[in-house]
């Protein structure tokens, strides 16, 4: 799970971003979810949630060209660096 805030002026750039690379993670072997929400109260704030078969998917999905290419692209669109917590399914 991330949360992160965008800058205002990059608002329609980056939905076209997180549009992009939800679709093309959702195709990699071992996604079982992946999708990004946008406040309901502040449209420039964010969360995101995955969910991958084993840790080696997820590994793989990091480092997959499109998610490299996508995250210079994300860096200069957002206030700081995304706050990342990462979980397992206990229930």
Do not use: K, N
């Not at 076209?16 to 502040?42: F, H, I, W």
């Not at 078969?53 to 860096?75: G, N």
Request: hydrophobic share 45%; net charge negative.
């Amino acid at each position: 799970m991330a949360r992160f805030r965008v800058r205002a002026e990059y608002l329609e750039e980056l939905l076209l971003l997180l549009a992009e690379l939800a679709e093309r993670s959702r195709q990699e072997p071992g996604c079982l979810e992946y999708g990004y929400y946008q406040s309901v109260d502040d449209p420039l704030a964010f969360s995101s949630f995955e969910s991958w078969r084993t840790p080696a998917d997820e590994v793989a999905h990091w480092q997959a060209t499109h998610v490299r290419q996508a995250l210079v692209r994300v860096a200069p669109m957002l206030h700081a660096a995304p706050e990342i917590v990462r979980a397992a399914r206990i229930a």
